[in-house]
């Protein structure tokens, strides 16, 4: 409930700091649709949205997420009650970095997108072709580019984070933190996470919020389950799914199919996603979710 009030409290003072400036202040970054904001008293405004951040006292969310940025279905609701006014217009692609992402962090992601886009498959799981389409370079890239609009730097509410997409503040721009920057994780991998945060830019599906892990949380040989990227545990932490079109389970089924029907892939691509795959398929809570993705990924 006091994370709820909190959103609540930033959606106000951002609403309240759009109508003294400008409507793409509530955005937050760079590209996205626009809100229109009617005329109002802007000294009220400013009194009040004084009031609100000294009550708050919010610089961020702070939050004790295992590795990936979450937030509630009530402040996903809240994202669309905002965002959600009028029809998004169609979105014809294409990001932008905002300027405090490192030069050679750009660089990085610009060339893991192309070689994204460059992808080649002989075939696709029914679950697959449902989100994504054909497992191509082609669906790939129309898939990221028309939902991210921006991409840049923040700590995402924990020093565990390594990316997020804050649907309150803008619900099209993906965030990147220090932890995406220092660790070092094969290609396939940072893709990982870039795909699952573009799945939490579906304003149209609540953003797919995430599921607590289970406590205690194990594997099937009774290891503790712990982030693959940063190694912090998992128990209790709002960082499964227990659906198949989530942000986990989406990239679950885009690296289990790239694993095995990439035509153009080497073989160490092709390890790689079929490790990462396996781990993200753990997060996997629902018995008949997780049923579902197996029999698909046969």
């Known amino acids: 409930m006091t994370r709820f009030i909190a959103a ?7 609403f309240l700091t759009a109508a003294i400036a400008s409507p793409a202040d509530v955005f937050d970054g760079a590209g996205g649709p626009k809100i229109d904001v009617p005329a109002v008293d802007k000294k009220a405004l400013a009194e009040a949205a004084a009031t609100q951040k000294s ?12 590795d990936l940025f979450y937030f509630t279905p009530e ?3 809240l994202a669309m009650e905002i965002f959600g006014l009028r029809a998004k217009p169609p979105r014809t692609g294409g990001y932008v970095f905002d300027s405090d992402v490192p030069a050679e962090i750009q660089t990085q992601m610009r060339a893991d997108l192309a070689f994204i886009a460059a992808i080649q498959g002989s075939g696709a799981s029914p679950l ?5 389409g054909s497992v191509s370079g082609g ?5 990221f580019n028309t939902r991210v609009s921006a991409i840049g730097m923040n700590d995402c509410g924990s020093a565990k984070a390594v990316a997020c997409v804050i649907p309150y503040r803008n619900p099209s721009k993906m965030w990147l933190t220090q932890n995406f920057v220092k660790f070092s994780h094969p290609q396939i991998s940072r893709m990982m996470i870039v795909f699952h945060e573009s799945r939490h830019t579906e ?5 797919w919020a995430h599921a607590y892990c289970p406590t205690p949380f194990r594997d099937a040989q009774g290891k503790e389950m712990k982030s693959i990227w940063t190694g912090a545990s998992l128990a209790g932490e709002p960082a499964c799914d227990k659906t198949p079109f989530g942000s986990y389970g989406s990239s679950t089924i885009m ?6 029907f990439c035509t153009n892939c080497t073989d160490k691509v092709k390890m790689d996603a079929e490790l990462y795959g396996n781990d993200q398929l753990g997060r996997i809570t629902d018995p008949s979710a997780k ?3 197996q029999s698909d990924l046969k």
């Open 55 to 66: 009550e708050a006292g919010i610089q961020g969310i702070k939050q004790s997420g295992a």
């Open 75 to 77: 402040e996903a609701s």
């Open 139 to 143: 669906a790939y890239d129309r898939f």
């Open 291 to 293: 049923k579902q993705m």
């Open 8 to 14: 609540k409290s930033l959606l106000t003072i951002a």
């Open 255 to 260: 690296l289990k199919n790239i694993a095995k």
């Open 128 to 132: 697959h072709q449902k989100i994504f």
């Open 203 to 207: 304003l149209e599906n609540g953003n």
